[in-house]
Nanobody, 124 residues
Framework: VQLQASGGGLAQAGGSLRLSCAAS????????MGWFRQGPGKEREFVAA????????KYTDSVKGRFTISRNNAKNTADLQMNNLKPEDTAVYYC??????????????????WGQGTQVTVSS
């Protein structure tokens, strides 16, 4: 499966952005989906994940209550709604697909396919 991330851009602190991940060459419903990010001078980190049927989600503590991951298997897409953005959310955001077990979803090594990344910049 090939993934294409979009929707990044510039936002002010407290603002919102919605990222979208579109899949081609495969059926997204066979994958758990994740979003990761890499901030300036930082290693890539887990942000959020969603199960194949969308029934279960997981978030890193710093985005809980602000970000929402969702998916539409009929459209082969997975989105990340980001509200109340903070300057520390500035990063390149990547969507990724995995068939690994739920307990490993925070570990990027288990993801098979990655989108190209989309830049999110939050100004204070």
């Amino acid at each position: 499966v090939q993934l294409q991330a979009s929707g990044g851009g510039l936002a002010q602190a407290g603002g919102s952005l919605r990222l979208s991940c579109a899949a081609s060459g495969g059926t997204l419903s066979t994958y758990n989906m994740g979003w990761f990010r890499q901030g300036p001078g930082k290693e890539r980190e887990f942000v959020a994940a969603i199960s194949r049927n969308g029934g279960t989600t997981k978030y890193t503590d710093s985005v809980k209550g602000r970000f929402t991951i969702s998916r539409n298997n009929a459209k082969n897409t997975a989105d990340l709604q980001m509200n109340n953005l903070k300057p520390e959310d500035t990063a390149v955001y990547y969507c990724a697909a995995t068939t690994t077990i739920w307990g490993r979803l925070t570990e990027e090594a288990y993801y098979k396919a990655w989108g190209q990344g989309t830049q999110v910049t939050v100004s204070s």
